[in-house]
């Protein structure tokens, strides 16, 4: 379902495995597996507490997003 005006979702998690903070993406996972990077507004992420929080990510559909760590070629380097 693709919405007529894309939407914003604000997204808080917590209590992850504590994980090594590096370059954390919010994406869309494509059909085929790969990460798609999309817009937001701000994103916070505190690895050795376990917690992301996201606002305002930018929305165009219903489907699969996720929080994830792209590669060199999936962020365009």
């Not at 606002?55 to 060199?72: C, D, E, P, V, W």
Request: aromatic content about 10%; overall charge positive; glycine content about 10%.
């Amino acid at each position: 379902m693709q919405f007529a005006i894309p939407s914003t979702i604000d997204v808080t998690i917590e209590n992850l495995d504590p994980f090594s903070q590096g370059s954390v993406a919010f994406v869309y996972v494509r059909p085929n597996g790969t990460l798609e990077p999309i817009l937001f507004e701000n994103i916070s992420v505190t690895g050795k507490l376990g917690k992301i929080k996201l606002k305002n990510g930018l929305i165009r559909h219903f489907s699969q997003y996720s929080f994830g760590r792209l590669t060199a070629e999936e962020n365009g380097r």
